[in-house]
């Protein structure tokens, strides 16, 4: 059974940092692109951070320089380093996966920057 299970979310203040972990299970985790998407409330999902198998990554441009999407396949793990957090960061977190079958998604992790 396929799962996505993101965790690391929380409250932090503008400028601080949280590493955000997606445990995948039920797919051959490491053959495939893995994504981070975001959705603040009231606004549509964005995607945020790609990575390849051969750990190619793309980033949108508003977390270029400021985030790290990296992954273990050994552990079956994909994390999202945030660093540098501004308000607008603000949303529910989600980790992802196309397969044949369709697009997989976890229930989200909620992070807020705020003072």
């Known amino acids: 059974q396929l799962q996505l299970v993101e965790s690391g979310g929380g409250l932090v203040q503008p400028g601080g940092s949280l590493r955000l972990s997606c445990a995948a299970s039920?797919?051959?985790?490491?053959?495939?692109?893995l994504q981070w998407y975001r959705q603040a409330l009231g606004k549509e999902r964005e995607l945020v951070a790609t990575?390849?198998?051969?750990?190619?990554?793309n980033y949108a441009d508003s977390v270029k320089g400021r985030f790290t999407i990296s992954r273990d396949n050994l552990r079956n793990t994909v994390y999202l380093q945030m660093s540098s957090l501004k308000p607008e960061d603000t949303a529910v977190y989600l980790c992802?996966?196309?397969?044949?079958?369709?697009?997989?998604w976890g229930q989200g992790t909620q992070v807020t920057v705020s003072s």
């Open positions: 039920g797919f051959g985790f490491r053959y495939y692109d």
């Open positions: 992802s996966v196309l397969l044949s079958r369709g697009r997989a």
């Open positions: 990575i390849t198998p051969t750990d190619v990554t």
